[in-house]
């Protein structure tokens, strides 16, 4: 089945500083990728959708500053959340999508910690 | 997207055949419907999906009533590592991605 690989699986960083996420789907050529945001005992929540070459389409309330979503190849989209603070702890789960009808496959998360 | 209903929650013997309904009666002709599972911290996993048929993979089975307003997902024989929430969505296929949003799913618990 497709891979989607998401790295790393969990970081803990102070305040202030800047988290870079990778999501790579590894046996296919995503056209869209998407990126998520699962607070605890909450679902999954849609925070913006990226085409490869193209700007990313932020949900609404989403920061398009504070999270930065780069897709440069058909295979590899990052998420850079900038100046982390404690509320953006969270965990933070890719998504890759061929095309059509094709389903999304998700990578297996990030967990964010913010001290 | 039409909006999904499911129940909150179910319990199922291992061994047993799981049965998880979920109800969209406002979807629309073109529109899907898909089911993924989530295991405790870990990304959601895509099981089937299907437009009208019943469609039957290796992992499980989905009814969609005729009138497509309901389905129901079949784990045909439960294991403790099937307990997990369940997401029924429903989303259009226009030869574009298009999203997918997460309700709040069925926390299937899988007991021996």
């Known amino acids: 089945g497709a891979v989607v690989s998401q790295h790393p699986s969990w970081v803990i960083c102070k305040s202030g500083t800047s988290v870079k996420i990778e999501c790579r789907s590894l046996?296919?050529?995503?056209?869209?990728m998407f990126w998520y945001r699962q607070f605890p005992k909450q679902s999954l929540m849609l925070m913006a959708t990226?085409?490869?070459?193209?700007?990313?389409?932020?949900e609404q309330g989403v920061e398009k500053d504070k999270f930065l979503i780069n897709h440069a190849s058909l295979t590899l989209s990052t998420l850079t959340v900038t100046s982390a603070h404690p509320e953006d702890s969270s965990f933070y789960i890719c998504?890759?999508?061929?095309?059509?009808?094709?389903?999304?496959?998700f990578g297996d998360g990030t967990r964010l910690s913010i001290l | 997207d039409a909006k999904t209903t499911q129940p909150t929650s179910m319990d199922c013997a291992e061994g047993r055949a799981a049965n998880l309904p979920c109800n969209h009666s406002?979807?629309?002709?073109?529109?899907?419907v898909y089911w993924y599972r989530q295991i405790h911290s870990q990304g959601p996993q895509y099981i089937i999906h299907?437009?009208?048929n019943n469609e039957t993979n290796e992992m499980a089975s989905l009814i969609i009533t005729e009138d497509r307003k309901s389905s129901t997902l079949i784990l045909p024989h439960a294991t403790l590592r099937d307990t997990a929430v369940y997401y029924c969505?429903?989303?259009?296929?226009?030869?574009?991605?298009?999203?997918?949003?997460f309700g709040t799913g069925t926390r299937l618990q899988v007991t021996l």
């Open positions: 998504s890759a999508h061929r095309q059509g009808v094709q389903p999304q496959h």
């Open positions: 046996d296919f050529q995503a056209t869209t």
């Open positions: 990226s085409n490869e070459g193209s700007k990313a389409t932020y």
């Open positions: 406002t979807i629309s002709g073109n529109e899907y």
């Open positions: 299907g437009l009208k």
């Open positions: 969505i429903v989303r259009a296929n226009t030869g574009t991605a298009s999203k997918l949003t």
